[in-house]
Nanobody, 124 residues
Framework: QVQLVESGGGLVQAGGSLRLSCAAS????????MGWFRQAPGKEREFVAG????????SDADSVKGRFTISRDNAKNVVYLQMNSLKAEDTADYYC?????????????????WGQGTQVTVSA
C-alpha cells in the first residue's frame, strides 16, 4: 500500500519559517518527480514546488520563488519543503504529491499519489 505522509505543518507568525516533510512508503519512487501542492479554503488546489528524481531539476510557483525550497532524500524516501518568510496568503492545506513521470513541474493530471495534507496557518 502506497502512503505519502506529511508532517511539519502548524501555526506560525508572518515572516516565520516551517519545514514540511513527506515520507513515502509502500514503494520506491525511483525516477518519479515529487512535489507539493496547496489548497486554501474556497480555492482550487495549486502547484507549489516540484523536484525531479535526481534533484537536478526543480520548479517553483511564482508566488513562492525565493522563499520556498524543495529538496529530497532518496535514501530515506523523503521530500522536504522549506518555507521561509511566510505570508498570510500562504495559509492553506499542503499536500505531498508523487508523479508517474520524472517531469517538473508536476501537474494535477500527472499526479498518481497524494498525501492526506498538513495544515499551515500564517497569522498576520
Amino acid at each position: 500500500q502506497v502512503q505519502l505522509v506529511e508532517s511539519g505543518g502548524g501555526l506560525v507568525q508572518a515572516g516565520g519559517s516551517l519545514r514540511l516533510s513527506c515520507a513515502a512508503s509502500g514503494r520506491t519512487f525511483r525516477y518519479c518527480a515529487m512535489g507539493w501542492f496547496r489548497q486554501a479554503p474556497g480555492k482550487e488546489r495549486e502547484f507549489v514546488a516540484g523536484i525531479s528524481w535526481s534533484g537536478g531539476s526543480t520548479s517553483d510557483a511564482d508566488s513562492v520563488k525565493g522563499r520556498f525550497t524543495i529538496s529530497r532524500d532518496n535514501a530515506k524516501n523523503v521530500v522536504y519543503l522549506q518555507m521561509n518568510s511566510l505570508k498570510a496568503e500562504d495559509t492553506a492545506d499542503y499536500y505531498c504529491a508523487a508523479s508517474g513521470t520524472d517531469v517538473v513541474p508536476i501537474t494535477l493530471q500527472r499526479t498518481d499519489y497524494w498525501g492526506q495534507g498538513t495544515q499551515v496557518t500564517v497569522s498576520a
